[in-house]
């Protein structure tokens, strides 16, 4: 709410200084809903400085993102609890559609929980037992409207990626596991892990820590010439 409060009230400011005009109306509407409480907070414009505006050179990104890589057994070391707060801290940074932010990550670290979860699935099989924790990443279905029908997924998507990269720069493996279910199986998962009706499961990421040494599938991806098309 403070958010939005500045957010208007810059709003009302930039028109003031431009002399653009409100309905009186509308302007008292906005006056009455800005200041009925402190309107102190976060929000409203920021400057960055060209220079500030990424620390990372593509080549030294093109390393970073190359190095994750799907992992599909894991070593038997626990992963530390806060190294996932610490990693959905960093995950949040990632953009939704006006800053909704209509996401969740459910942690599941008992073993019993885990394979019950999994049950319902095939594609991680021969790693169950391997899985440390087990993130499910939701979207919560009261952040949109019923016209953005595919935004929870889009949102929930492009969240997961900051997570698995998250995850990849805490030193940690991961795997994403599909969520592909009917509807009816999706409710049943949702039961079982606790999830709230409202939300709408995005996927799991089995995490784990890494073995000194371990294989994955090598993944080879098409051309860029096939996929950036210029017109
Ligand atoms: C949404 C999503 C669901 C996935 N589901 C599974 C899965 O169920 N089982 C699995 O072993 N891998 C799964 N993967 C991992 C993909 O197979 C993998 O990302 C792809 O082959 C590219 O390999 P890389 O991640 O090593 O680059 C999934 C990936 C995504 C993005």
Not at 33 to 60: A, H, M, R, V
Not at 127 to 143: E, H, P, Q, W
Request: hydrophobic fraction near 40%.
């Amino acid at each position: 709410m403070l958010n939005i409060r500045k957010n208007l009230s810059e709003y009302l400011a930039y028109h003031d200084s431009n002399n653009h005009e409100f309905t009186e109306e509308f302007r008292s509407f906005l006056t009455e809903f800005l200041y009925e409480s402190n309107n102190e907070g976060i929000g409203g414009l920021k400057y960055i400085n060209k220079e500030d505006s990424s620390s990372l050179s593509l080549t030294e990104f093109s390393k970073f993102s190359r190095s994750r890589v799907s992992v599909r057994n894991f070593s038997n070391e626990p992963v530390a609890n806060n190294i996932l707060y610490s990693v959905v801290e960093v995950a949040k940074s990632a953009p939704s559609v006006c800053n909704r932010q209509g996401w969740k990550v459910h942690q599941y670290s008992n073993k019993k929980d885990i394979n019950e979860i999994l049950i319902y699935r095939n594609g991680n099989l021969g790693f169950t037992g391997t899985i440390d924790k087990l993130l499910i990443v939701t979207g919560d279905a009261k952040a949109f409207t019923s016209c953005e029908n595919n935004q929870i997924f889009i949102d929930g998507g492009l969240f997961s990626m900051n997570l698995l990269l998250a995850i990849q720069a805490a030193g940690l493996g991961a795997c994403a596991l599909n969520t592909c279910y009917p509807l009816s199986l999706e409710n049943k998962v949702k039961k079982v892990a606790l999830i709230s009706k409202v939300e709408r499961l995005i996927m799991m990421i089995a995490v784990g820590c890494l073995k000194d040494s371990y294989g994955v599938a090598y993944s080879a991806r098409n051309p860029t010439k096939d996929i950036l098309i210029k017109h």
